[in-house]
C-alpha cells in the first residue's frame, strides 16, 4: 500500500514563528502536493513539486515556501507563521497506476496536520 | 481554469437508502478526469470514484456510482444501500488529462468545496 506520513497530526505555534511541515512517501512518486482545507473553503493547492529541488506555486502560495531535497520528501515552510495560516494542511503524493483502461495518475493523501497559530 | 462546484454543503441520508451527491465543472478542455474523494472523521482522504472524460459509460465501483453529463459539465456521485461508514465530507475533483509522465502540472487536481455527509441509523 501507498503511504504519505506527515510529521505531526496536530500543531500549535506562535505568531511570528518558523514552522516547517514535513511530509514523505515511500511509492517513489514524481509528484508531491501540499494543499491547505478550510471549512467552506475545500481543497487549495499551496505548492507541487515534480521533481527533487523542482516547484511550482500553486493557488495561494503566499506566506509560504517548499524544500525538496529528496525524491521522497516535501516540506512545508511558513516562515513567520500568522493566525490566518490556522488551518488543516494536507500533502499528497501521485503516482502512476496501471488499471484496466491503462495508466493513470492517482493522488495519495497524508493524514493531515491541523495547525493551530496563536 | 477549471472550476468546480458543489452547492449542497450539507445532506442526510437514512441508513439503506440511496442519495446522491451533485457536483458541476467548467472547462474548456475536451478531455480530463473527475474524480470522487472521501474524507471520513479525523481520517485519511481516499478515492472513491474516477471517470476519463472520453468514457460515455458512467464507472461504477460496488455501492458507488457516477451520472457523468459531460455536455452539462455534471458529474454526480450516487450512493446506494446507504451504510453509517459512508458518513463523510465527499469532494469532487477535477483533473487534466495526462500529457506526459511525471508531468506535475497535469496531476494537479481543483477540488470543490465539499458537502457533508451524514447517515441516519
Known amino acids: 500500500d501507498v503511504k504519505v506520513t506527515q510529521s505531526s497530526r496536530y500543531l500549535v505555534k506562535r505568531t511570528g514563528e518558523k514552522v516547517f511541515l514535513e511530509c514523505v512517501q515511500d511509492?517513489?512518486?514524481?509528484?508531491m502536493f501540499w494543499y491547505r482545507q478550510d471549512p467552506g473553503l475545500g481543497l487549495r493547492l499551496i505548492y507541487f513539486?515534480?521533481?527533487?529541488?523542482?516547484?511550482e506555486k500553486g493557488d495561494i502560495p503566499e506566506g509560504y515556501s517548499v524544500s525538496r531535497e529528496k525524491k521522497e520528501r516535501f516540506s512545508l515552510i511558513l516562515e513567520s507563521a500568522s493566525t490566518n495560516q490556522t488551518s488543516m494542511y494536507l500533502c499528497?503524493?501521485?503516482?502512476?497506476?496501471?488499471?484496466?483502461?491503462?495508466?493513470?495518475?492517482?493522488?495519495?493523501f497524508g493524514p493531515g496536520t491541523r495547525l493551530t497559530v496563536t | 481554469a477549471q472550476t468546480v462546484t458543489q452547492s449542497q454543503p450539507e445532506m442526510s441520508v437514512q441508513e439503506a437508502e440511496t442519495v446522491t451527491l451533485s457536483c458541476t465543472y467548467d472547462?474548456?478542455?475536451?478531455?480530463?478526469?473527475l474524480f470522487w474523494y472521501k474524507q471520513p472523521p479525523s481520517r485519511q482522504m481516499i478515492l472513491v470514484i474516477r471517470?476519463?472524460?472520453?468514457k460515455q459509460q458512467n464507472a461504477t465501483e460496488n455501492r458507488f456510482s457516477v451520472n457523468f453529463q459531460k455536455a452539462a459539465k455534471s458529474f454526480s456521485l450516487k450512493i446506494s444501500d446507504s451504510q453509517l461508514g459512508d458518513a463523510a465530507m465527499y469532494f469532487c475533483a477535477y483533473r487534466s488529462t495526462d500529457s506526459g509522465w511525471g508531468s506535475g502540472a497535469n496531476s494537479k487536481l481543483t477540488f470543490g468545496k465539499g458537502i457533508t455527509l451524514s447517515v441516519r441509523p
Open positions: 471517470q476519463e472524460a472520453y
Open positions: 513539486s515534480y521533481d527533487v529541488k523542482m516547484k
Open positions: 511509492m517513489d512518486h514524481e509528484n
Open positions: 499528497a503524493s501521485t503516482g502512476t497506476t496501471l488499471g484496466t483502461s491503462g495508466r493513470y495518475h492517482e493522488q495519495y
Open positions: 472547462t474548456s478542455e475536451s478531455d480530463y478526469y
